[in-house]
């Protein structure tokens, strides 16, 4: 579904990704881990079209996508989430996915027309605020959440646009044990209609959903498997895991 | 809703008031409030809306300003021909000028956006076939036909006054589309708006054109207005002057360029008009600085009022 070959990313003199080959396969939930700067989030900007690629090829769906802008490569199912909780504020709930979904069903070249009378935006909107939970705060600002809320918005502003593939960027960021444990049901509810690429920190989380990972560090693929496998990998036990998972 | 019931009635009332009572001056200045608050208001569009920080509305206005007046003194006195014709050569100018200046941000995009209305105020100045630096002096406002007479102060002021009411409407509206939700959303968090799949260049652009393109209206009404137009229309202190209205009255606020307008305008009148003389003493010259006064006000607003005078009354942010 998506393949990455050779992607790499400089920033003037620091090479943030270095030859890159990745393959999320449909269906699966594929995670990626590795170190603080190993250039995870540059690898998911590069593929959701936020940074440019410097070197080699993305392919999204049989079609390559390396010089399609952010927005183009949306509109073919392709959206992220991130780090960084960014929805927006000031808008309730159901407003921020209404826009999610607006977005996504096509064009918002229209003047006139009051959008609160768009039954079928805020009918989608709804449907997706039940898929992460948010049903019952649809009228809350978004700024107001709590914190494992905002986190949860912030993924279904990704799912509110339909994608066939979901980058999640740490979605369980600055998370407490239930909120996260909330987050990974999350997941295994939507991995049923939509393929995910995961960069997530908590290996728990990691280790329970993932169907293959991959480990970056220092901007290279040091390795790609089944998580068994990648568990058993002396070099990436010294690299990243350590004594995290000796014991 | 009621509020704005209760001031268009005003609103219709003042002319004819002020007619009764003999004070035809302040009817006329009332138009001149009216047609400031029409470009305020499509400055709001871009500011307080898109989140663009264009330093560069004169432009417009101007652009509208000197293609109604050239073609009244080119002999083509219709305002149907000539007020279009200032907003297609407005939105046209707003169209070059934004797909430029776009791909900037920051204080880049301030920066560019001033110098393009610079350069049109060069432009004017050394068009020497219609008034150059000295401007140019119209023979009559534009004829609107219908039997109504431009010329006529009162009837002046119900057209600006219905070309105001019909910025407002329209602004209510395109804020409440697809598309003003889009410009907000924008404005609150660009980089989340592209990664939702918005083509966000676009929606800006065509954001920043609508504006110039009422800029232009108001432009038009202020040539007739004043049967005159200098470059000083598009210097950038007019750009400024549109700025500081917008902030007074209300970023984001549908009726902030009108309150800011009013304010800003009614308040150089009163300064400049109604001398004091106790201040006088202290301040011999204080009446020919009446942007000081302005200034303190506006310091005022922003220090305590963020929202503008609008967010004062309403208390509930226009979102």
Known sequence: MLELTSVTKRFGGVVATDDVALEVAQGEVHALIGPNGAGKTTLIGQISGSLRTDTGTIRFMEKEVTALRQHERVALGLARSYQITSIFKRFTVLENLALAVQARSGSSFSFWRPVAAEAALFDEARMVSREIGLAERLEVTAGNLAHGEQRALEVGLALATRPRLVLLDEPMAGMGPEESLRMIALIERIRAGVTVLLVEHDMDAVFRLADRITVLVNGRVIATGRPEAIRADPQVRRAYLGDELAA | ?319
């Not at chain 2, 609107?144 to 019909?166: K, P, R, T």
């Not at chain 2, 009446?287 to 607003?301: D, E, F």
Request: positive net charge; proline residues 3%; glycine residues 12%.
């Open chain 2, 1 to 319: 809703m009621r509020k704005a019931l209760f001031t268009t009635l005003l609103l219709i009332a003042f002319p004819l008031a002020m007619q009764w009572l003999g004070y035809l001056f302040y009817v006329s200045f009332a138009s001149r409030v009216m047609i400031y608050a029409i470009a305020a208001t499509s400055l709001n569009l871009v500011l307080g809306y898109g989140g663009m920080l264009s330093f560069g509305h004169a432009a417009f206005v101007g652009a509208g300003a000197y293609v109604a007046s050239i073609l009244v003194a080119e002999g083509v006195a219709s305002a149907w021909i000539g007020w279009p014709a200032a907003v297609a050569a407005s939105a046209a100018l707003a169209w070059i000028i934004g797909a430029i200046s776009l791909r900037t941000r920051g204080v880049y995009f301030i920066m560019i956006t001033l110098a393009f209305a610079q350069m049109m105020f060069y432009l004017v100045n050394s068009m020497k076939a219609y008034g150059g630096d000295e401007g140019l002096t119209l023979p009559r406002r534009a004829e609107l036909g219908l039997g109504l007479d431009l010329g006529n102060e009162v009837v002046f002021y119900y057209v600006v006054l219905l070309v105001l009411l019909a910025a407002l409407y329209a602004l209510h509206r395109v804020v409440h589309s697809r598309f003003g939700r889009v410009l907000i959303a924008i404005r609150e968090n660009e980089a989340r708006v592209e990664a939702l799949g918005v083509p966000v260049y676009r929606y800006q652009l065509l954001c920043f054109v609508i504006a110039g393109a009422a800029g232009g209206l108001a432009g038009a009404l202020l040539a007739s207005h004043g049967k005159y137009v200098n470059p000083n229309v598009l210097h950038w202190l007019q750009s400024g002057t549109l700025m500081i209205m917008v902030i007074l009255g209300g970023v984001g606020h549908l009726w902030g360029g009108v309150i800011g307008a009013a304010v800003l305008l009614g308040l150089e009148h009163v300064i400049a008009d109604y001398p004091l003389p106790w201040l006088a003493q202290v301040a011999p010259n204080y009446q020919q600085h009446a942007s000081l006064g302005v200034g303190i006000v506006l310091l005022v607003i922003v220090l305590f009022a963020p929202q503008g005078i609008a967010g004062l009354i309403s208390r509930k942010r226009h979102a």
